[in-house]
């Protein structure tokens, strides 16, 4: 079984709230987005079993709706850790150690890129350059960002994060 099946079985969603949501969206013109970030708001994340129900009062199809979440980065359909772990790939991190610091976060969390822990403290991610080369290599933890980061400052910072789940 795999971490996200895991997960996945470990959840149980309640579809009163997803209707709830929804409700409040069904007459807007454009409702979708904002839709979906609410749903999202509301769950950490937007559940599959929300895509049909969205897809049916909408009138759209089930794969539209899962279509318009994969196109927005910021919209995600599985569970995501408290803190989200983000190691910078742009150039000027990764000719200055990104890569390094992208294979210590994997250990020190025991999870690879775009996994979450079992614990549900920390999702792994990569991102595309966050606009402070200069500091680079960049590692950023929730909305904290962290310069010129090498292997003991990454010790530091997730030394002690990985879970016994
Ligand atoms: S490349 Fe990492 S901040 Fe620009």
């Given amino acids: 079984m795999t971490l996200m099946d895991k997960q996945n079985t470990a959840r149980e969603i309640d579809l009163k709230r997803i209707n709830h949501v929804i409700a409040r969206y069904k007459d807007e013109k454009w409702p979708l987005?904002?839709?979906?970030?609410?749903?999202?708001?509301?769950?950490?994340?937007?559940?599959?079993?929300?895509?049909?129900?969205?897809?049916?009062?909408?009138?759209?199809?089930?794969?539209?709706?899962?279509?318009?979440i994969t196109f927005y980065e910021q919209l995600y359909t599985t569970p995501r850790g408290k803190k989200v772990v983000r190691v910078?790939?742009?150039?000027?991190?990764?000719?200055?150690?990104?890569?390094?610091?992208?294979?210590?976060?994997?250990?020190?969390?025991?999870?690879?890129?775009?996994q979450t822990t079992p614990d549900m403290e920390y999702t792994l991610e990569t991102v595309a350059c966050i606009g402070v080369c200069a500091l680079a290599p960049n590692l950023v933890i929730g909305k904290d960002t962290h310069g010129h980061m090498n292997p003991k400052k990454v010790a530091q910072l997730l030394g002690n994060a990985k879970s016994e789940g």
């Fill in 33 to 68: 987005i904002p839709l979906l970030q609410e749903i999202q708001q509301e769950f950490g994340y937007i559940p599959p079993e929300a895509i049909g129900p969205i897809a049916r009062v909408f009138g759209l199809f089930p794969s539209h709706v899962q279509g318009v």
């Fill in 88 to 114: 910078c790939r742009g150039t000027a991190c990764h000719v200055r150690g990104g890569k390094t610091i992208l294979k210590l976060a994997k250990q020190y969390l025991g999870i690879e890129e775009g």
